[in-house]
């Protein structure tokens, strides 16, 4: 069955991905001074720690083993989410910078479970599209949390000064000259209108 495979795919990447977040949250954790942030982090890696026994629970159910695909765009979110930490920017603006990477973890997960569960139902997999709807719920609440713990974090930030410009390290000139590549190779699919919008 085609369509069981993809899942089964799909499932494995979610795993690999809420594993990779076991190692990456507390350090989300550790890197926030704000205690609600620090909260939100340390009470979302005891339930992404359910999760992986919940997806343990589906991967028992499909008689498939749940290793097997490393997730590839985690490893990407969570790297990004290492450049936040290493910023040098201090107080509400370095927490911003977290919370924009911590929303991106969850956001990609809610778009896998999504899948997941889309393809599930198609399937009539109903006990799995039940395991997979309680790990969805607690990724879209945690989402929530932070969104609203960043409200005065934000609005904190927003009245900091700005920072110096401070000479760029090699990783950021990197990333500079990978953006101007990404635009450069876009341009020519852009009309003129859309391309000075
Ligand atoms: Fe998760």
Redesign the pocket.
Known sequence: MALKSVLIDELRDMYSA?NQ?VKALPKLAKGSKNPKLKSIFTAHLAE?KG?IERLKRVFTELGEKPTGQHCNGMEGVIEEGKEALEKDEEGSSFEAGLIGAALRTEHY?IAGYEACISMATALALPKIVKLLNS?LKE?LAAAKKITAAGVPILKLSAKEPEAPKTPKTGKEKYSAKKSEEDEAKAAPELSPSTATS
């Open positions: 809420e977040l992404t999760q997960e790990n990724e």
